[in-house]
Nanobody, 133 residues
Framework: EVQLVESGGGSVQAGGSLRLSCTAS????????MGWYRQAPDNECELVSH???????YYPESMKGRFTISRDNYKNTVYLQMNSLKPEDTAVYYC???????????????????????????WGQGTQVTVSS
């Protein structure tokens, strides 16, 4: 059974940092794409970062220079280092996995079961990040 367990969320002041971890079980990270999404109440899911099976990374413009995604295939863990946090970063952060054969992006069930445009089929339970001004 595929499981993703996030940790590391919490409350910080603006300008602070947090490091999220996502420990995977039931599959190996080798060959898998991984990602972090976030979702605030009444908002749609939002891609935070993506790391391909080959180590390539992608960040939306608003996260560039502040967030860093990394993976440790030996520990079966993906990390998200978040610096210079802003109040608008407040959301529940979800880890996501796409196992081979990798899927194209589509509108499918997201971390809360509602529609989310992504390639990912597996989601963690989420970890809350709250940034105060």
């Amino acid at each position: 059974e595929v499981q993703l367990v996030e940790s590391g969320g919490g409350s910080v002041q603006a300008g602070g940092s947090l490091r999220l971890s996502c420990t995977a079980s039931g599959f190996t990270l080798d060959g898998s794409d991984m990602g972090w999404y976030r979702q605030a109440p009444d908002n749609e899911c939002e891609l935070v970062s993506h790391i391909g099976y080959d180590g390539s990374t992608y960040y939306p413009e608003s996260m560039k220079g502040r967030f860093t995604i990394s993976r440790d295939n030996y520990k079966n863990t993906v990390y998200l280092q978040m610096n210079s946090l802003k109040p608008e970063d407040t959301a529940v952060y979800y880890c996501a996995a796409d196992l081979p054969p990798l899927r194209p992006q589509s509108h499918s069930a997201g971390p809360r079961g509602d529609s989310c445009y992504s390639q990912f089929a597996y989601w963690g339970q989420g970890t809350q990040v709250t940034v105060s001004s």
